[in-house]
């Protein structure tokens, strides 16, 4: 096992280590990771996680770890993913005329 990185959720936007199995990891390692392939807070998939960005984060945190496999989608792929799903503040709208 491997940390590799800071990713976050598209849903929620809680921020997770990047844990990667490897093939040389004991069977029991592998098993105890693998009910860690979703969102710690939501519990999404990790499937459409996007690299985290400085300032996603703040410093000191304690982050949770959660398996990403290295064939997952690349941040490009599932970028509109999160915009579906967290599409962000919504325009200001003045005053009825």
């Known amino acids: 096992m491997k940390f590799v990185g800071h990713y976050k959720c598209p849903a929620c ?3 997770h280590v990047r ?3 490897e093939d040389t990891d004991p069977p029991e390692v592998v ?5 860690c392939r979703q969102c ?4 999404a998939p990790t499937l459409g996680f996007l690299r985290a960005q400085p300032g996603d984060c703040p410093l ?3 982050l949770q770890a959660c398996v990403i496999d290295d064939n997952d989608p690349t ?9 579906i799903l967290n599409p962000g503040p919504k ?3 003045r005053g009825r005329k």
């Open 13 to 15: 936007v809680w921020v």
């Open 19 to 21: 844990v990667v199995i």
């Open 31 to 35: 098993q105890a990771h693998e009910k």
């Open 40 to 43: 710690f807070r939501c519990g």
């Open 60 to 62: 000191g945190s304690t």
């Open 75 to 83: 941040d490009e792929t599932v970028r509109f993913v999160a915009g």
């Open 91 to 93: 325009p200001h709208r």
